[in-house]
Every structure is written in C-alpha cells, then in structure tokens.
C-alpha cells in the first residue's frame, strides 16, 4: 500500500495537472458551499425572528396555566398562586427567567372610541428578565411595578381610541363571578412595537392591580418561562414538568403555537432542500471533473497496476483527489461566508417590504445567524456527499484492465 | 533467482466475430539469470507471451510457473504483489508517472512496497549513478529525453530488485545511440547483479544482444537457439 503522505502528494500534483478546470471546480464548490452558508444563514435569521417576535408577544419557551385556560382564557380559569416546589424548579439552571402574568380580555374606552383588547397585568421587573417587552417607549414611561396604577397602551391604539399620554380611559373586564368590573386608568406610556397588532390589541397595567380590579387576590393567567435556546428546552423542561402540580400544566412553546413550530420545521426542510439541490448541482460538475481526470489518465492508472499498485490504492487515490478539491473548496467557501456573513449580522434593512414582513410575524431588520454547527453540518455533508458521488469515476479507475489501458494513448 | 517456466499456454482474444490466436500450445523454460530476446513479426505472439509471463493477464489454459509459484492461478491482489515483488517492467512507451520527477518515479515501487524513506532514497541515489542520470533526478518527465526516461523507467524496475524484467520492445522509441546504451544497460544489470531479462523486440540490434533468442510467429515459438553472450557488446 502507498502510504498516505504519498498518496495525498500525487492527488495533490494530479489535481493541478489541467488546473483551469480544477480552477472551475473549485470556483463551482466555493460559490455552491458560499451560498449553502449564506442561505442558512439567512433563513435561520428569518425563522430566529419570527419566533423570537412570537415568544416576545407571546409564551416564552414554555408556559404553565390553568388546564381549561387555552381553550377558555378567561379570568375563571386562572391559577392560585405558585408553590414552593414550582419555585424551587423555576430557579434550576437552564431557566433564564420566568414572569407570571394575569392576561384578561378586555374592552377599553375612551371619551370617543371603545375597542376589545387583551389586558395584561404584569410585574415590570420579572418580565425585563424575560425580555416581554411590549416594544420601546416613544412617549411616558413604562410600568414601574406590580402596583403601578397606569396605563401602558399601544401607540396605533391610542390613535384608534383618539386619546393621548396622561388621558383617562375606562377598562372594563368579568370578574370570577361573571360581573362586569371597570376601573379608570391614565395612560402612563405608549409603546411602538414592530408588530401593528401588538400595537393595537394588548395594554399593560400592573399585575396587583388588575388583580385588585378583579378581585382575585393572588390567581395568575399564565407563568411564562424563557431558558436559553428555543430550540432545545431539555436542560430544564423535565424537571419543570415534575414540579408542576395535576391542577396545572406546563406546555413548551411548540405546542402553544404549533404554526410557529412547523415554521421551524419548514425552514429546516427547506435548507434541506436547498443544499440538496445545490449539491446536486455541484455533484454532476464534481463527478465530471474526476471522471474526465480518471479517464484521461488510464494508462497511468494501468502503469500503476502493472508496477504492484493494488486497485483498492488507486481508488484512493482518486477519493484523495475529491477530497483534497472539496476540502479546498469548503475552506475557502466557509471563509468566504464568515467574510460575508459577519458584517451583516448587525442587521438588514427590509423596512421596504416591511408590510410583507408582517404578514409573517417579522420586523423590517433581518438578522442572518451565522452558527458553527451550521457551517460544520454544510462542510461534513459535502464532504460525505462529494466523496460519496466520487465513488463510481474512483472505482472505474480501479477496474481498469492494466493491459487495455497500458494500450491507451 | 527464479526460473519461469510456461507449460502449453494458449490464449484468443476475440475482435468481433473475429477470433485471434495469441499463443498457441507456448512451452518453454528459462532460467534465472538468462538474457533472453522474444522475437518476431508483430501479432506472433511475444508481447502477450511476457504480459503472461508478467501476470498482466491470464492465460486460457496452461500453466506458468515463476519458482515453484502457479502464477496463472493468482487473484488479481496477489498478481499485484507479485509484480510489485518480484517482476520489473520496462515498457515501449516510458510510462513513466508525468507528475513525479526521475527520482521520485524510481521511488515509486519502493514506496509501494513500504521501504523506509532513507533506504529509498540511498538506493534511488545508487540507481540514478548506475544509470547515468545524476544531476537530473529532480526533473520531471517532460523535461527528459525519450532516452533519459527510458532510463528513468529501467531504474524504477530494477531498483527494488526483482528477479525478473520484462522488456516490451524497450528501444522502440529510441535512437540507435540511446537504443546502444540502454542495452549496454541491460547487459551489466544482468552480468553484475544476474538479473534474469526477457525482451520482446523485432529490432535486430537488441537482438544480437540476446544469449539466447527465441523467435516466435502465430503465437508458436518456431526457434530456440543460444548464442555466444552479448556478441553486440563485445
């Protein structure tokens, strides 16, 4: 057998024999291996926004409620308080931060304009931790506190309702009993949000004091809880699970909302799909080019046989050359895509198409996620794939009869 | 030292329908140390007579023994080893690896059979002296002469010391000086190391290098005669 230093000295040499073509090939995998990159760079920045804007507006990574709230979110089905065994798992590692909440509906009236709303009382500092911020505050301030009495509305709202910073409004809601309850507030504080439905269908007040308002003493809507990744909850969603009581539950953001989870899996399918297709693409020029080498070097490969080179050796060889095109192409497709990708990840501007971005839960900037686990997943799949199709021109070589191909010119 | 000995090869090739007899019924013996030139017009048979004999191909029937070893009986690996062991090849046409130089295409077959790096190299080096190319072992073959690789290619098969060369028509492509030389070559390797030679050639010159001369036609040998030793280089 050659050893392998000299096997990757010959593919080596070999690969710069018809170097414009090499030059080609490679030129194809860098491009092919750039884009593979950049597009699964882009898409999961896509995806990590929706869903980061869904979790912002909505669960966290997971939520814990009343067993009958999902169906029926009303103040009925609320939790009593938390126990001391929730709030030891809550403060495991792996949980960034968890915020209880009371979320009722609710209708809000001004002196010229009434509309429904979802009616949110929330503790400030908790829900800071957890990054539930209804958006930034263009005029007031924002919620001080459990208690605080005011108002924080949206800022397409407060046009709607034709109020304004330091108006009362009148929020009416259902206590337990089914009673309509009301209570005026001052709005404290409006809020632009990158989504115009957060801006127009939710309001903030202090979490005591919508449970004043309502006369539920401590009950709570939901407790929301945010760990490190959306993507994997298992450091810390077991041992949550074992915690909460039979009178509640505990769902991970994915069966909150299965259309954001099957986003997820849609983009995962579709950067499937995509590197599928572009290393089908790649494949054919990759298979080319090797077979164009194997077959204008015949006679080498027969001189080699006739010397005592057996044929598993030259189908490494030729393996070797795949190899050493593919891992030059990767190296300088993966640098290629950290030079392109690392300037953008401050953000692009979409707000041209932002109505569009809407629609799909997106805010105007997106942000491409360059992850290393991407990049190595891309690398180890074109190299597998490569040699993979790399196979048949490599074994054709090895088949070949020393004599007949001696006889090639 | 081997001796080879072929016992009643035959062997057809078929162009289509057509059907061609490469050896028919080819006996013969030779001993280890012997200078022998196959001669004959071409298509009588010697070309495909040392590719058997080289375990490139496999007779239809009959037997070819290199030692004590049926070598017509080996799978396709241990023909390899064979080759690579114990039979150097010389060739019409140089075939020597275009992206080696000299140096390293003499190495080649050492570093197939694992020698150490320094051991290839000294013997390379001594090669390369025999031969008569020091000072241009580090070019490539496109940067030699058809003599200088033919050179090249007589060192890559004699420098892992196998008991036998095969030489297809080796003087083919050369001049009548180079083709001198390179049989001169042939000559000493044999008398000073009893390298055993068989050359396939229809060129007289190499032939009146031969000790002994088997002339073949039709696939048959039809003469088998020794001669007085290297009468060309005396």
Not at chain 2, 124 to 146: F, H, K, N, T, Y
Request: glycine fraction near 10%; aromatic fraction near 6%; charged fraction near 20%.
């Amino acid at each position: 057998m050659l050893p392998l230093a000299a096997i990757i000295k010959l593919a080596w040499r070999n690969l710069w024999r018809n170097y414009r073509r090499t030059l080609i090939m490679l030129s194809a995998i860098v491009v092919g291996v750039w884009a593979m990159i950049f597009m699964n760079a882009v898409m999961r920045g896509m995806v990590d926004d929706m869903i980061r804007s869904a979790i912002r507006v909505l669960p966290g990574h997971a939520q814990i409620h009343h067993p009958l709230y999902r169906d029926d979110p009303s103040i009925v089905n609320s939790m009593t308080g938390l126990s001391p065994e929730l709030e030891n798992a809550l403060a495991q590692p792996g949980i960034v931060g968890w915020s209880a909440r009371l979320r009722v509906p609710a209708v809000i009236a001004s002196e010229r304009e009434s509309r429904g709303l979802v009616l949110l009382g929330i503790d400030p500092a908790t829900e800071a931790a957890l990054g539930f911020v209804p958006g930034p505050i263009v005029e007031g301030r924002s919620l001080e506190g459990v208690d605080d009495r005011g108002l924080v509305l949206g800022a397409k709202l407060v046009e709607r309702l034709e109020t304004g910073l330091g108006k009362r409004v009148v929020v009416m809601s259902q206590d337990p009993q089914n009673n309509v309850v009301e209570r005026g507030f001052r709005v404290v504080g409006i809020f632009e949000a990158e989504l115009q439905a957060q801006e127009e269908q939710s309001a903030y007040v202090g979490r005591a004091t919508l449970q004043s308002m309502l006369g539920v003493g401590q009950s709570l809507s939901e407790l929301a809880v945010l760990g490190t990744d959306y993507r994997d909850l298992s450091p810390w969603f077991a041992g949550l699970q074992a915690a909460v009581g039979s009178d509640v539950e505990l769902l991970s953001w994915t069966e909150l909302d299965p259309y954001m989870a099957s986003m997820l899996r849609v983009q995962d399918g579709m950067i499937l799909i995509f590197v599928g297709v572009i290393f089908a693409v790649l494949s054919f020029g990759l298979v080319n080019t090797i077979a164009m080498a194997v077959f204008e070097r015949m006679r080498e490969f027969g001189l080699m046989q006739a010397l005592g080179m057996r044929p598993i050796t030259i189908l490494y060889q030729v393996l070797m050359e795949s190899f050493l095109l593919l891992a030059l192409g990767l190296v300088i497709g993966n640098l290629l895509a950290v030079l392109t990708i690392r300037p953008l990840e401050s953000g692009i501007d979409l707000s041209g198409v932002a109505d569009g971005l809407e629609m799909f839960g997106m805010g105007t900037t997106l942000y491409p996620s360059l992850r290393i686990v991407d990049m190595v997943a891309t690398s180890a799949l074109v190299i597998v794939l490569g040699l993979l199709a790399s196979l048949l021109p490599a074994w054709r070589a090895s088949r070949f009869d020393p004599i007949e191909a001696l006889g090639k010119t | 030292m081997s001796s080879i000995k072929c016992r009643n090869l035959c062997k057809t090739f078929h162009q289509g329908q057509e059907t061609i007899t490469g050896l028919d019924q080819v006996s013969l013996e030779i001993a280890s140390g012997e200078f022998v030139c196959l001669s004959g017009p071409s298509g009588s048979g010697k070309t495909t007579l040392l590719n058997a004999m080289g375990g490139l191909d496999t007779p239809d029937s009959g037997e070819i023994l290199l030692g004590e070893e049926r070598i017509d009986l080996l799978a396709k690996g241990a023909l390899a080893d064979l080759r690579l062991h114990r039979i150097g090849f010389v060739f019409q046409a140089y075939n020597l690896i275009p992206v080696l130089t000299a140096r390293e295409n003499i190495e080649f077959v050492m570093q197939i059979q694992g020698l150490h790096a320094a051991e290839r190299h000294q013997r390379a080096r001594a090669i390369l002296e025999e031969v008569g190319l020091e000072g241009i072992e580090d070019r490539r073959p496109a940067q030699l002469s058809g003599g200088q690789q033919q050179r090249v290619a007589v060192a890559r098969a004699i420098v892992s010391q196998p008991s036998l060369v095969l030489a297809d028509e080796p003087t083919a492509n050369l001049d009548s000086h180079a083709a001198t030389h390179l049989m001169q070559l042939f000559l000493d390797l044999n008398l000073q190391h009893g390298v055993t030679f068989v050359i396939a050639t229809h060129d007289e010159g190499v032939m009146a290098y031969a000790r002994r001369l088997i002339r073949m036609r039709d696939g048959c040998i039809v003469s088998d005669e020794s001669r007085q030793a290297g009468s060309a280089a005396s």
